[in-house]
């Protein structure tokens, strides 16, 4: 499974868009993108976060 890097959520950014303001407008399909960008498949996002994909 990818490890996940918690600096992402503060310092990352997803197609110019700083990760935190994402996160704090709750656009999770970008979350989601943001993650399978860097080898997160949606079975795995889904695994770790105990949603059913």
Known sequence: MA???TLWWNS?????QPLSEILARH?????FAFL??????V????AR???DG
Request: aromatic share 8%.
């Open 27 to 31: 656009e999770f399909g970008k979350v």
């Open 49 to 51: 976060t105990g949603i």
């Open 12 to 16: 990352a950014t997803h197609e110019g």
């Open 3 to 5: 490890s996940i890097d």
């Open 43 to 46: 079975g795995a996002i889904s």
């Open 36 to 41: 399978r960008a860097r080898g997160w498949s």
